[in-house]
């Protein structure tokens, strides 16, 4: 014999209607954020295999980029 206690009616509605409502948002958003140009990133054999890994990439601040070079070199390339 189980100890769950149903949720309420009125509550189970708005859990359906609310991850309805999220679902969508998220499909809107992912359209409107949707990379339609490659991304180009450097990076040491260390930072591909954390790439590859988590199937993530992390963006840094300028401000905390090692090499203020790299900043510089982004610019002039706006410039062309």
Request: glycine share 4%.
């Amino acid at each position: 014999m189980s100890d769950i206690v149903p949720l309420p009616e009125p509550l189970q509605e708005a859990i359906i209607k609310y991850e309805s409502w999220i679902n969508e948002e998220l499909k809107n958003t992912q359209n409107v954020n949707k990379i339609t140009q490659p991304i180009c990133h450097y990076t040491n054999s260390n930072g591909l295999k954390g790439i590859m890994d988590n199937n993530e990439i992390w963006f840094t601040d300028i401000r905390h980029l090692n090499d203020p070079s790299e900043f510089l070199f982004g610019c002039d390339l706006l410039k062309i």
